[in-house]
Nanobody
Framework: QVQLVESGGGLVQPGGSLRLSCVAS????????IGWFRQAPGKEREGVSC????????LYADSVKGRFTISRDNAKNTVYLQMNSLKPEDTAVYYC????????????????????WGQGTQVTVSS
């Protein structure tokens, strides 16, 4: 059973940092790309970042480029999203997702195409 579990969210002041984790189980993580998405209240889900199966290729939304870094440790079955210089507009529930049905190894992982999602972790950026 494919399972993704996010953690690491919380309340942080503007300019602060958080590191999100996405722990995978039930499938071989090193065969698949992983995407991070976020959804703020009243807004559509947005793709934030993606990392391919090997970790050698990454993608970022323009809104987070230069501030967020995605990485993976396949030995720990974990993908990370390091978020620096956080802004109030980064406030959202953050999700990781994978497309195991389609065998997606490379980015992007589309929201519509993802076959499994985590439960999400809340990130709130506020003073």
């Amino acid at each position: 059973q494919v399972q993704l579990v996010e953690s690491g969210g919380g309340l942080v002041q503007p300019g602060g940092s958080l590191r999100l984790s996405c722990v995978a189980s039930g499938f071989t993580l090193d065969k698949y790309a992983i995407g991070w998405f976020r959804q703020a209240p009243g807004k559509e889900r947005e793709g934030v970042s993606c990392i391919n199966y090997s970790g050698r290729s990454t993608l970022y939304a323009d809104s987070v480029k230069g501030r967020f870094t995605i990485s993976r440790d396949n030995a720990k079955n974990t993908v990370y999203l390091q978020m620096n210089s956080l802004k109030p507009e980064d406030t959202a529930v953050y999700y990781c997702a994978v497309d195991t049905y389609g065998g997606k190894r490379n980015c992007p992982v589309s929201g519509a195409g993802a076959s499994s999602w985590g439960q999400g972790t809340q990130v709130t950026v506020s003073s």
